[in-house]
């Protein structure tokens, strides 16, 4: 096998595990670019290309990076928990003397954790509001614009 | 009544250059990548991946949308792009802007008098 088809290969690897929507749309025309851009490109520019795609589609256009935010926001939740129940004392905590020992570091990670969600909330009904009217935008200019070409 | 196309202004550079390559002719992807090369005289050179992406995208916008391929299309995996009136519009809009800004990035870098030698 020359280098030549294993790159081949390899994109059309890369090019198979994009999101099902975008491959089956774009993959087959991808793979004929890269046949013909391969004479005047390198491999290598054109895999990395590929590799930034697939980033992209799964991370932004996949809405992947909601999940790992969730999952991030999840962690951040759970995280005190684990922390209070790696301690070695029984709850309520206590120093050696008997008296409650400082919690700063506990209230500090709540506290970020709610300013955490709060902004994560925030950013999201922004997100969505500016999606929204987007597409409304959109769509009255396609029906405007289809109107006046009657 | 004029439209407000505020909220799909200012371009990407790579849609602003997708949308000039589409503004002549309909062309398939690669032809797209040609003409971008071309336009910029080898400055901005698209990679597929940002091709298709942005494609997608306008696509969804219904900037672009597919064109029927001519008769003498040689492969099946070609297919064509065409500029719609809205994506025409939206391009027409930027262009529009970005005189504006050559206009006044022309005002600004006037040299001031007395400070030419």
């Known amino acids: 096998m020359t280098l030549s088809q294993v790159t081949r290969a390899l994109y059309a690897s890369l090019l198979r595990v994009h999101p099902p929507a975008f491959r ?35 991370f932004l256009r996949a809405g992947l990076w909601k999940v790992a935010t969730a999952m991030l926001g999840a962690a951040m939740q759970v995280a005190p928990a684990l922390w209070m129940g790696s301690q070695p004392r029984s709850w309520p905590i206590r120093s050696a003397t008997g008296a409650p020992i400082q919690m700063e570091g506990f209230v ?17 009904v922004f997100w969505a509001t500016k999606l929204s009217r987007r597409k409304e935008m959109s769509r009255c200019n396609r029906r405007t614009l289809a109107h006046r070409s009657i | 009544m004029a439209e407000d196309l505020s909220p799909f202004l200012p371009l990407s550079p790579a849609t602003l250059h997708i949308l000039l390559a ?60 065409r500029l719609t009136r809205f994506g025409r519009a939206v391009l027409t809009a930027d262009v529009t802007r970005l005189e504006g800004v050559v206009r006044q990035a022309k005002l600004h870098f006037r040299p001031a008098p007395g400070r030419t030698k």
């Open chain 1, 108 to 124: 500090a990670i709540t506290m970020c954790m709610i300013a955490f969600v709060l902004f994560m909330v925030v950013a999201s």
């Open chain 2, 22 to 81: 589409l503004a002549g002719e309909d062309r398939h992807g690669y032809g797209i990548m040609q003409e971008v090369a071309r336009q910029s005289d080898g400055q901005y050179k698209l990679g597929p991946g940002t091709l298709y992406d942005n494609l997608q995208k306008l696509m969804n916008q219904t900037m672009v949308e597919e064109a029927p391929p001519p008769t003498q299309n040689d492969d099946s995996r070609r297919r064509y792009y």
């Open chain 1, 24 to 58: 089956r749309h774009f993959a087959a025309e991808m793979l004929w670019i890269f046949d013909e851009a391969r004479v005047s490109e390198s491999a290598f520019v054109l895999l990395f290309d590929v590799v930034v795609s697939l980033v992209r589609q799964w």
